[in-house]
């Protein structure tokens, strides 16, 4: 089976001074594994991810005094890399944000999704020679 075992987000803090922006790194991880017998190749696979976020601002920045927060998203597609063998492979990569004190992101989340389709056919894993049901019935007879 050919699974994502891990989809996770690490970040990060938001300014706390009243004047200054900061980049704010926003950390993101997806785990692909691969428990079978047999090499997956990167043709075999996408995933699909989508970065949640809020985007919010106080309401003393603009003058209105109006708390409000704005759902935001990215989308993207990973290209698969080979995983051998029952192994895995990381994804990583990272997002800045700026804020300050009256502004920034906030409640980070992921969503992915994997797309597997082997390129590979069942005969290609195991050598049939057409003659299996014939070789059976010998080897019952011994």
């Known amino acids: ?12 803090h938001i300014s706390d001074q009243w004047t200054a ?3 704010d790194k926003c950390y993101y991880t997806v785990t692909v594994a691969n ?3 047999h090499e997956i190749g ?14 919010w601002t106080d309401g003393w920045e603009d003058g209105s005094s109006k708390d409000s927060i704005r759902p935001k998203s990215a989308s993207k ?8 063998a029952n192994w895995t492979v990381n994804y990583a990569w990272e997002r800045t944000f700026e804020g300050t004190h ?7 989340r992921l969503q992915s999704t994997l797309n597997y389709t082997p390129n590979h056919t069942i005969s290609s894993l195991y050598d049939f020679t ?11 007879n011994k």
């Open 102 to 108: 009256h502004s920034g992101s906030t409640n980070y």
């Open 42 to 55: 990167g043709n075999d696979y996408t995933i699909s991810v989508k970065e949640l976020w809020d985007e």
């Open 1 to 12: 089976m050919v699974k994502i075992t891990n989809s996770s987000v690490s970040k990060k």
């Open 21 to 23: 922006t900061e980049n």
């Open 77 to 84: 597609i990973l290209t698969g890399k080979p995983i051998p």
């Open 35 to 37: 428990n079978t017998d």
């Open 130 to 140: 057409g003659n299996e049901y014939e070789e059976y019935l010998t080897t019952k």
